[in-house]
T-cell receptor, first 113, second 113 residues
Framework: AQSVTQPDIHITVSEGASLELRCNYS??????LFWYVQSPGQGLQLLLK??????LVQGIKGFEAEFKRSQSSFNLRKPSVHWSDAAEYFC???????????FGKGTKLSVKP | DGGITQSPKYLFRKEGQNVTLSCEQN?????MYWYRQDPGQGLRLIYY???????QKGDIAEGYSVSREKKESFPLTVTSAQKNPTAFYLC????????????FGDGTRLSIL
């Protein structure tokens, strides 16, 4: 069965430090992968998406993600975290026959001053 | 601006009562989705619709019902059969096709009185 796993429930980083959030997928074929961000009490906002081609994709707010087929991973990165990046981040995979997404359980990011 | 509007933002349900959550989009998207979000559980798909007058059950449809009489609207009814309805409910929409990311509303938080 298709699945998306985010191994880290909660991560804390210092402001200005680099960030990497992990995402692993289990799909039979090349998945379509997304990263979303959710602020408390809000909906989800799309950060970036990967469909094919260049394995390093750039998104909004200075985020990027790298697709690694050999590791079944699609990790999200940011070189320097800002306090406003504190939120919950969701990795999701698509490609199902019905067009629906499969979400990971999310990683909550806290930023220390 | 185009977007997805969910109302109300907060909703309270008495035992044995049905409640309906509204979701309206003006993005001209064909597909619409309802997700339930519980802490630490990520997003779980309740129902989705790819075309007017047609919809399919997701992973956790029991105790819920939907209708899709208009392209713009996809209301969700939480029935009295749903024994644990307290959650954050998110509506999303997307253009047709598996490559399309989903756009989310700001959610409705449902609580039991």
């Amino acid at each position: 069965a298709q699945s998306v796993t985010q191994p880290d429930i909660h991560i804390t980083v210092s402001e200005g430090a680099s960030l990497e959030l992990r995402c692993n997928y289990s799909y039979g074929a090349t998945p379509y992968l997304f990263w979303y961000v959710q602020s408390p009490g809000q909906g989800l906002q799309l950060l970036l998406k990967y469909f094919s081609g260049d394995t390093l994709v750039q998104g909004i707010k200075g985020f990027e993600a790298e697709f690694k087929r050999s590791q079944s991973s699609f990790n999200l990165r940011k070189p320097s975290v800002h306090w406003s990046d504190a939120a919950e981040y969701f990795c999701a995979g698509g490609g199902g026959s019905q067009g629906n997404l499969i979400f990971g359980k999310g990683t909550k990011l806290s930023v220390k001053p | 601006d185009g977007g997805i509007t969910q109302s109300p933002k907060y909703l309270f349900r008495k035992e044995g009562q049905n409640v309906t959550l509204s979701c309206e989009q003006n993005l001209n998207h064909d597909a619409m989705y309802w997700y339930r979000q519980d802490p630490g559980q990520g997003l779980r798909l309740i129902y989705y619709s790819q075309i007017v007058n047609d919809f399919q059950k997701g992973d956790i449809a029991e105790g819920y019902s939907v209708s899709r009489e208009k392209k713009e609207s996809f209301p969700l009814t939480v029935t009295s059969a749903q024994k644990n309805p307290t959650a954050f409910y998110l509506c999303a929409s997307s253009p047709m096709g598996v490559l399309q990311p989903q756009h989310f509303g700001d959610g409705t938080r449902l609580s039991i009185l």
